[in-house]
């Protein structure tokens, strides 16, 4: 889609869902939000993205193949999963570590695994049916 | 440089298996003394502790036996295989399988628990389809391997059956504690059932007519695999399995009837067989069969004599039958055929072979001073000591014998002497490591004959033992003075003289005579035909492509399956007919209501998703208001989403009435069923509600999220910690399900824009 308007609109909201994508990710273990939703934002984003600007445009913007983002957060949930095999405690049990006394733990990152499989897929899905059509 | 490269592929995976097999026979070498004084070598390893599941292997006479067998012929075989397979492309593939298969065998004979035991029974199974399939630009090595795969593995899943089976009966997983403890399987209900379930594990491996069919087809694999995996070492993992549960199942009529007849028909059916061919590796691949057979027949039996008859039988089997392969391997390299009729004047150009290939024929023909002799003399005195029909078992083995001391003949005879054939191309001494195997062989097989005890005492003798449970050592010696054995040794080699000389009439007339019988390959394409057609027929009605028909089915089998349960289990509630409501909960419903009009009526695929789209924002905004925000914020985006992915989608596709629109009757069938789900659906959700809610696990995840999960959100706790296998079981989906989708939408795209 050619519109002046929503492209230069976009620029400005896509930013903002992004951080907002990644706000919801990071509070989510606290309070209403988490990988999934924040998943979903984000992939919001890159999609009005695409409608603004075209499917090639937002390929350079994401640098990486969204394919790849979605098998990178499968290979970061199953690193968090890992960690606790060196406490030897069963796979994926949440470990924790409060450096500073923030507290960060394995179900953080095991959310950010959650995070980009959902971006990734959408992604994925999404532009290949855009180019193809 | 990229020549040489090809030349050295396969050197490293070759000699690798090689030391391997050797560093393994001199390992089992070290235990024999141990073992052969009556010690049981033992190592765990915990595997899944909570199933009585371990990694555990066990040493004692019968053990050590096939890993004697199987390392010791494993490193000839390497030797051969080098040569053989040079300037082969794929060797470095062809020496990893045959690593792979030679520790999967090891691992099945060292094995204590029935889960370990079963594992590298099926790791066997599969390193056994990739040799068989090797040369898999040829239709029929890969039809042979997926044959010989479905037969063993449909055997195979017989066993695993079996298996749990008798742990349960036994009291034990560990074969060593099964066997010894007078476990009184046999007296268990579940005796029959065990039998059976193992029996068919085993006689499926071990090639036991009617499933014999495949074995005689996996000599597509090259020989050096025909040699090792498909005489010597693999199809013995069915006699294994019957010598290894020997001590707590057998002695029942059951037992030893079935075991007898099994096995004495197979002998008797595959020595006729195998009198019939004149591919020699497929008259081989039958004795094999034949062998089997009698192995099976013997362990029917109780008398100790019988089982060391089939231990000692064993051992002259592998090794005359791998030299004889190997023999046959060397005149196929050297001459490109294996057609008897077109064989003959060898001996000037191989006479090593061929003396090797005499000396295992007198081993297998049961000539003196060979092994083979003081195997034969057992089989007869075993065969006199049997419960069940000495009759039936000496008949049997004396009719399979006279065949093979024939076969032997022609095997050892027609390819060597007599007027020189013209070859394709010109046959000359083969390389040392081809010829080193069968000499090696014949060698050894001439050795043990001489002097028997050493072999006898410990090797032998160990493993009978460990078969029959009792403490018995028989003697070996080369002679036995005149008995009734050695009479029926002389009139064996009298009728296989007999047979040797009419081989040709005899050859033309089982053709003719089995021409006609139905024979296992056809049954099992019979068999595989009407399984693969009822998948058609299965497919073609569940499956026809058409997406209304699989949402139909869909829909109709949920509400029929949710819907008769609910009648059925009197679940039905009904709420008061006006609930008390606020007034903005009822404007949300009709907002509900109306976007589901809306699809019915719509005209246009874009106004009936985003009907749908009003749908799902409207339950949306009900999570809302009952405390769910999380899952609304979900559901929203979710929609979003939704109603975009499949706007992109539809701009796509044909106009909407051209191709959707079902015919009247049609519709009125898609408005019932509608009716009908939603009808259902509202009936259990109401049904829900008035049940009381059992608080149980919200309890608990609120007590514990913060001091278990360290997060105030309970959900997401839930999602990430509590139950994160869970989620990483869907998120593993969603992305599997995104590259999939990807993979159809370009290949569209791709085929379209071929066209």
Redesign the interface.
Known sequence: MNSLILSTVARAVIALMVLFSLYLLIR??????????GG??A??AF?LHAIANGVPATRRLLRVDP?AI??I??AV??IA?LVAAFQGAP??T?V?AFPGGV?L?T??L??V??YL??V???V???L?????? | MAERGGESRGQVPGWAFVLLSLAGVVFALTLVPRVASGEVLRVAIPWLPSFGVQFSFFVDGLSLLFALLITGIGVFIGLYARAYMHGHAQTGAFFCYLIFFQASMLGLVLADNIITLFVFWELTTVSSFLLIGFDHASEKARRNAWQALLVTGAGGLALLAGLLLLAQAGGSMELSELMTAESGVQEHPLYLGILVLILLGAFTKSAQVPFHFWLPNAMAAPTPVSAYLHSATMVKAGIYLLARVHPSLSGTPEWIWTLTIFGAVTAVWASIVAMRQTDLKLALAYTTVMALGTLTMFLGSEAHIAITAAMTFLVVHCLYKSALFMVIGIIDHETGTREVDRLGGLFRAMPITAVAAAAAAFSMAGFPPFLGFIGKELKYEGALAVASEPLLVAGAAIAANALMVGLAAVVAIRPFYGAPRTYDRTPHRPPFGMWIGPVFMALLGLTFGVGPEYVGNLLINPAANAVAGIQKDVKFALWHGVNIPLMMSILTVALGVAVFIFSDTLRRWLASALGHLLTGDEAYDGVKGAILKLADVQTAILQNGSLRRYLFVVFAVTAAGVGGTLIAEGGMAWPALWPDVPIYEWAIVVLIAAGAVVPMAARSRLAGICGLGTVGSGVALIFLIYGA??VA??QL??E??FV??IS??F??LPRFAETTHPPKRGRLGDLTLAAISGGVMTLMTLAVLDTPLNDHLTKYFEANSVP??????I???I???FR??D??GE??V??V???G??GL??L??TRAGGS
């Open positions: 989510g273990h606290n309070l209403p939000g988490g990988g999934f939703v979903l934002v992939a919001s999609l394919r979605t098998m957060g499968v949930a199953i999963g796979f994926l949440g924790w507290p733990g179900p953080l095991f959310d695994g959650v499989v959902v990734g897929a959408v994925t899905l999404v290949a049916l855009e180019e193809d059509a | 925000p999380d914020k979900t985006l979710v979003v989403l975009v992915m992109v989608v701009l796509k278990g999960g360290q997060g105030g959100n959900v997401n706790v999602l990430v910690d994160a296998l989620t990483f998120i593993v969603v992305a399900a995104a590259l989708a990807f939408i370009k569209r795209s």
